[in-house]
């Protein structure tokens, strides 16, 4: 039968076992599992559990956990950002574009008229043309391979092969998705290819200077060990 002395001893088996427990508690609570052969019982199993689980070792995280952890974070950013352009596109057709509808019909017609009296002072006086070199605006950009935390090196195969890889990198230089167009798809490949991309930093893309996601198509070299 559980005695209210039993309840609170047995309460304070995990802080017994963990050393969280006063001099004097701990000498009550020994004293007591030497008199009571139920919490004796309930103490042992307790122990013996604690000892199972501290063999089995902390787990260990796999090895793509940071790469898919990124795939997550950016598929849930993309469904944000598409929600929040359905949101202004809505806006747009329902308010805006009616009233830009009335406002371009009377543009137009202003520079119609604009046009046809530039048109005629062209014919009475036409200026000399002039020659323009100016550099672009702007420029678009793709990714650029800058370094590697680890070597690059061969993927091991079970047969010589050529792996083509297809990576999605973002704004911070770093592969958030891919994709193995060609070649063995088998998880030891996979693993070894996930492994050189997680180390690979990028130039990003960019857009009229600003860094924005891009793709690059990588070639990694299979070769057997068996052969």
């Known amino acids: 039968m559980t005695t209210p002395i039993c309840q609170k001893c047995q309460s304070s088996f995990s802080a017994y076992l963990d050393g969280a427990v006063s001099g004097k508690q701990m000498q009550r609570i020994a004293q007591h599992l030497e008199s009571c052969v139920g919490c004796a019982h309930e103490f042992a199993a307790l122990r013996a559990m604690q000892r199972s689980l501290a063999a089995l070792g902390s787990a260990k995280a796999p090895q793509d956990l940071g790469l898919k952890l990124r795939l997550a974070i950016s598929h849930e950013q993309a469904r ?19 009233m830009l509808v009335q406002v371009s019909a009377g543009f137009a017609g202003a520079v119609i008229f604009i046009g046809g009296i530039g048109l005629l002072l062209g014919m009475v006086a036409a200026p000399e043309p002039v020659m323009a070199n100016d550099e672009p605006l ?21 047969h010589d092969s050529v792996i083509v890889v297809e990576a999605y990198v973002n704004a911070q230089g ?18 070894q290819v996930v492994d050189q ?18 793709r690059v198509v990588l070639t990694f070299s299979g ?4 052969g």
Not at 142 to 153: D, G, I, N, T
Not at 176 to 190: E, F
Not at 202 to 211: D, H, I, L, Q, R
């Open 223 to 226: 070769i057997s060990v068996h």
């Open 197 to 214: 991309l997680l180390t690979s930093v990028y130039e990003p893309a960019s857009v009229f200077g600003a860094p924005v996601r891009g």
């Open 80 to 98: 944000r950002k598409s929600n929040w352009l359905d949101t202004i596109s809505l806006k747009w057709d329902n308010a805006v574009r009616p």
């Open 174 to 191: 770093r592969v958030y998705d891919y994709n193995i167009v060609s070649g063995p798809d088998d998880p030891a490949v996979t693993s």
């Open 138 to 158: 702007g420029a678009m950009t793709s990714p650029h391979y800058l370094y590697s935390a680890v070597r690059p090196h061969a993927i091991v195969t079970d």
